[in-house]
């Protein structure tokens, strides 16, 4: 499976910005985990493709939605109310495996990464 990302760039605070990932083949779970400069990759949010199944770190929950694509492999990360502290790289990861939602979260889940596509939002 491969995964290709794009929509990333540059935002004001307060902006918006989408996000698009495609799979290039069969995948359960994708998700979005993110990584600011000097920091350790975190996770953004994740679902479940065939119900739709979302979950939200607390800091974007309100802000970004995440969805699908029901008749393609792709997925959308809304991003709203951007801060200054959204920027970071976003890489797409995905799993055929079939997560429980309380896994979603963990990186060491996900067997496919895209390369990641920069976010930057000025204040």
């Known amino acids: 499976v491969q995964l290709q990302a794009s929509g990333g760039g540059l935002a004001q605070a307060g902006g918006s910005l989408r996000l698009s990932c495609a799979a290039s083949?069969?995948?359960?779970?994708m998700g979005w985990f993110r990584q600011a400069l000097g920091k350790e990759r975190e996770f953004v949010t994740a679902?479940?493709?065939?119900?739709?199944?979302?979950l939200y770190a607390d800091s974007v929950k309100g802000r970004f939605t995440f969805s699908r694509d029901k008749s393609k492999s792709t997925v959308f990360l809304q991003m709203n109310g951007l801060k200054p502290e959204d920027t970071a790289v976003y890489y797409c990861?995905?799993?055929?495996?079939?997560?429980?939602?309380?896994?979603?979260?963990?990186?060491?889940?996900?067997?496919?990464w895209g390369p990641g596509t920069l976010v930057t939002v000025s204040s």
């Open positions: 990861a995905a799993t055929s495996a079939n997560l429980i939602m309380s896994a979603f979260a963990q990186q060491r889940q996900y067997d496919y």
């Open positions: 083949g069969r995948t359960n779970v």
């Open positions: 679902l479940r493709r065939s119900d739709g199944s979302t």
